[in-house]
């Protein structure tokens, strides 16, 4: 591949970036009044003149929007109003336990789905194939922070099984990651399922059969290999998506002290600073995941031209 | 296999009726059919027709007003439970309000919010991506850089940027989820009139005359007509989760209204001693989405006909080898 693809699609991401930071940046100084979100309704006009010219709001737009840049340029995204400490600190602290969630999840997910749809792709319209399409369907259909409060009270309150919430041993991430796979499970599993019949019918896999290779290898190899793409291309949408929202709730139920709860926690300590610090972290991460898809399918399907 | 014809061919002509009642009346009786032959799809109408009709007529139908407040008769269980009331079937809230009737009321906002932001989102890509379908040129390259742009954005933590920056109220909410949602419109749009305008027909079209908008409305537009209403439905589901989710986060709907959402939340921190505060709204909000998803995946194997072989025919081939 060449180093002009990865140029532009580097350029692509650095402009993801400027245009959320570009949102942010209209959301909170010109749609609404930072001042009137982060300051008590009890406060004083003094007080309130005082805090805007803290934060630089007393400035005109443009000056404002210029310095806006040039602290982010220098990762300097200014200090947490709850924790009265930088917040990008707060942020790379909670970090972890995001990525942790986030990635076991959707591992979790994967393990699921792709023997399921394989399995249900084998036989379509038969039991196997109508569960695995029936189950995928409740699954994705089911609100997350419902399912993660549904399976705190079978499996904490009710059995006493597991933790309700927190982090810590393995036991915490059980029930959370739990919660975040299962909608993607179904979702995924539909996928693998819709690709997996697509492929099965091409002419390969009846040469393949023909020949009279063993079955567990035609689909294992020829078959999985080929129907991976849509899959993996869904799952990169999943991995996505989970960050950037679903860990959001499935965090808040759980009080997993990720990047998904610190943000509910700003937005109740009407800390925009943190809030914003937030968004732009997910924003590179979000970009960086999309940039690494581009890759992946170029390592998986060689057909990819990546211009 | 015979009637997979005939009745795809229905559904798929189903929408452009010009009040002849005979025609009506086969397509009616298409879909009917149809849905006979995908009994999950007949749930899913039935459910999803029960809640319309429901959150029309709400008022009439709960038995009391879903904010009116009974501290003595707090936390009631369902009535059929040990310290149930009959006047309070489903049990009643830490506020004393009337589960069923909160529930009742709670349809109304999750479809009404689904609609109108499925209308919104669903309109705006959908001329956006005929546009750039069409028209091409610097007009598709702007519409699709965008489209990518924010098809790559962190969409539900700028939705809680702003929706906390900006009072939460249904209107707010319509607008940040739409602006979040158009862009699937756009792409599959695009994707459609670009592939229907190398068709001889429409080339056809062209030659003899026909103004640009006559063939987008009479040439290209019906092809969009079946992935356009899956889209939609499917996009639904998603927007009835994300108004239940922003809810529960204390930034979709606010009280004194009513929210599915809204009510989870309230009841967590009673899951210890009154399990039915989340278990009745989340149930509601899970039925609702399921059926949406099931009628979904019915319109798109009822009108695709690709679907339609993955549910009847294939699998032989393995099959035959007695896996």
Redesign the interface.
């Known amino acids: 591949m060449s180093a002009g693809f990865l140029l532009r699609r580097l350029g692509h991401g650095i402009v993801v970036v400027l245009g959320v930071t570009i949102v942010v940046f209209i959301v909170t100084r010109m749609v609404g009044d930072p001042v009137r979100v982060m300051l008590p309704i009890d406060a004083s006009d003094e007080q309130r003149q005082a805090f805007a010219h803290h934060l630089g709001l007393d400035r005109p737009l443009p000056a404002q929007f210029a310095d806006f840049f040039a602290k982010l340029a220098r990762f300097d995204f200014g200090e947490s109003l709850w924790q009265r400490r930088p917040a990008i600190d707060i942020v790379l602290e909670r970090l972890p336990a995001t990525l942790e969630l986030v990635l076991v999840g959707m591992a979790l997910a994967l393990l699921l789905a792709i023997p399921l749809g394989v399995i249900a792709a084998l036989r379509p319209g038969r039991g196997w194939d109508r569960a695995t399409v029936s189950l995928s369907l409740l699954g994705l259909s089911l609100p997350q922070f419902w399912l993660g409060l549904l399976l705190i009270i079978l499996f904490a309150v009710e059995w006493g099984l597991l933790p309700t919430s927190g982090r810590g041993t393995p036991g915490h991430l059980i029930l959370p990651a739990l919660t975040l796979a299962l909608p993607a499970t179904g979702r995924l599993a539909m996928i693998a399922r819709s690709s997996m019949i697509d492929e099965l019918n091409q002419p390969y896999v009846q040469t393949a059969i023909a020949k009279g290779l063993p079955l567990r290898r035609v689909v294992g190899l020829h078959a999985l290999r080929n129907a991976a793409n849509p899959v993996l291309t869904l799952a990169g949408w999943e991995l996505i998506r989970s960050l950037a929202g679903y860990a959001v709730v499935v965090e808040t139920v759980f009080a997993w002290p990720g990047l998904g709860y610190v943000a509910i926690q700003a937005i109740q300590r009407q800390d925009l600073v943190l809030l914003q610090t937030v968004v732009f972290v997910v924003a590179i991460m979000v970009v960086a995941i999309n940039l690494a898809m581009d890759l992946v399918y170029k390592a998986i399907d060689p057909r990819i031209q990546l211009e | 296999m015979a009637m997979t014809k005939s009745t795809a061919g229905t559904l798929a002509h189903a929408a452009p009726l010009h009040g002849r009642p005979h025609e009506l009346f086969n397509a009616l009786r298409g879909i009917a059919r149809e849905l006979r032959a995908d009994k999950?799809g007949a749930f899913g109408t039935m459910i999803l027709l029960v809640l319309v009709i429901v959150a029309i007529a709400a008022p009439a139908l709960a038995p009391y007003d879903p904010a009116a407040q009974s501290l003595a008769d707090r936390l009631l269980p369902p009535a059929w439970l040990a310290g149930g009331s009959p006047a309070h079937w489903l049990g009643t809230d830490h506020l004393g309000r009337d589960v069923l009737s909160r529930t009742i009321h709670g349809a109304r906002v999750s479809l009404l919010v689904g609609v109108a932001v499925v209308a919104l989102a669903g309109t705006f890509g959908t001329v956006l991506g005929l546009v750039a379908g069409y028209f091409g040129g610097r007009a598709d390259t702007i519409i699709m850089r965008a489209v990518?742009?924010?098809v790559?954005?962190?969409?539900?933590?700028?939705a809680?940027?702003?929706l906390?920056?900006?009072k939460p109220t249904p209107g707010t909410l319509v607008i940040v989820l739409a602006a979040n949602g158009w862009m699937v419109y756009a792409r599959l749009v695009r994707g459609v009139v670009l592939s229907s305008r190398q068709s001889l027909y429409v080339e056809a079209a062209e030659i003899v005359g026909c103004r640009p908008l006559r063939v987008i409305f009479r040439h290209v537009l019906p092809n969009l007509t079946s992935p356009l209403v899956t889209l939609a439905t499917l996009e639904f589901?998603r927007i009835v989760?994300a108004e239940?989710?922003l809810s529960?986060?204390?930034?979709g709907v606010q009280p004194p209204a009513t929210s599915w959402?809204l009510d989870?939340?309230a009841g967590?921190n009673y899951?210890?001693d009154a399990?039915w505060l989340?278990?009745v709204p989340?149930t509601a909000?899970?039925l609702t989405?399921?059926s949406?998803?099931?009628v979904a995946?019915w319109i798109r194997i009822a009108t695709d006909p690709r679907e339609r072989q993955?549910?009847?025919?294939?699998?032989a081939?393995?099959?035959e080898?007695g896996?």
């Not at chain 2, 790559?152 to 700028?158: E, I, K, R, S, V």
């Not at chain 2, 993955?310 to 699998?315: M, Y």
Request: avoid cysteine; aromatic fraction near 10%; glycine fraction near 8%.
């Open positions: 999950l990518d742009i924010q790559a954005f962190p969409a539900l933590l700028l809680l940027i702003i906390t920056v900006v589901a989760l239940a989710a529960f986060l204390g930034l959402g989870v939340a967590k899951i210890f399990w989340v278990t989340g909000i899970a989405v399921l949406i998803n099931l995946s993955k549910r009847f025919a294939r699998g081939a393995v099959s080898m896996a």
